[in-house]
């Protein structure tokens, strides 16, 4: 089974603090993606990513960057917290081809204060 | 500019009846897919059905259907036999293949099913 892992499952920042989002997957994905979730709102793609050390940007990637050193690993950084940062962030892998279904992590929800 | 729109934020339905979830979308491009993903309470997203825009027939997987009607841009999962962990966030997807990878995603609609 396809495992995408996340490296907390809540966590609690303060404003201006630099944040760092581990995402993990094990399948040999090239395609990697960063989501934040709000109510209402659906999933907004941040970054993605779908080679090593290449990215590309989402809809909404102002006051995110990302790294990408190692094929399974996909880093979101948030420089500067902001409380409008506060969210659910998705991270999710793929192959290419053919359709390219997602697979998701279980999630990481930031509070910043 | 594509677009998913789902006009449901909530439904209900009763244990074993069918329900249908409304997925509009928007796209110039004659090349594209449509998703649907499931996300329980837990939060984990879970990919259930796909149809690509040249498919000829509505995809199948199982309880979930994807009814596909390309000339009104509609994509609406049809769920039969409703069971009580069908409760559920429901998002439809868009992958749109002139920008590679890149997928958007409908604002979700909440299932409520009923005992």
């Known amino acids: 089974d396809v495992k995408v892992t996340q490296s907390s499952r809540y966590l609690v920042k303060r404003t201006g603090e630099k944040v760092f989002l581990e995402c993990v997957q094990d399948?040999?994905?090239?395609?990697m993606f960063w989501y934040r979730q709000d109510p209402g709102l659906g999933l907004r793609l941040i970054y993605f990513?779908?080679?090593?050390?290449?990215?590309e940007k989402g809809d909404i990637p102002e006051g995110y960057s990302v790294s990408r050193e190692k094929k399974e690993r996909f880093s979101l950084i948030l420089e500067s917290a902001s409380t409008n940062q506060t969210s659910m962030y998705l991270c999710?892998?793929?192959?290419?081809?053919?359709?390219?279904?997602?697979?998701f992590g279980p999630g990481t929800r930031l509070t910043v204060l | 500019a594509q677009k998913i729109t789902q006009t449901q934020p909530g439904m209900f339905v009763q244990e074993k009846e069918a329900v249908t979830l409304d997925c509009t979308y928007d796209?110039?491009?004659?090349?594209?897919?449509l998703f649907w993903y499931k996300q329980p309470s837990s939060g984990e997203m879970i990919f259930l059905i796909y149809?690509?825009?040249?498919?000829?027939q509505n995809a199948t997987e199982g309880r979930y259907s994807l009814n596909f009607q390309k000339a009104r841009k509609s994509a609406n999962l049809v769920i039969s036999a409703s069971q009580l962990g069908d409760s559920a966030m429901y998002f439809c997807?868009?992958?749109?293949?002139?920008?590679?990878?890149?997928?958007?995603f409908g604002a979700g609609t909440r299932l409520f099913v009923k005992a």
């Open positions: 990513s779908y080679d090593v050390k290449m990215k």
């Open positions: 149809q690509g825009s040249y498919d000829q």
């Open positions: 997807a868009m992958r749109d293949d002139t920008g590679g990878f890149k997928t958007i």
């Open positions: 999710a892998s793929s192959y290419p081809r053919p359709y390219n279904e997602q697979f």
């Open positions: 399948m040999d994905h090239e395609n």
């Open positions: 796209t110039s491009d004659p090349s594209y897919g």
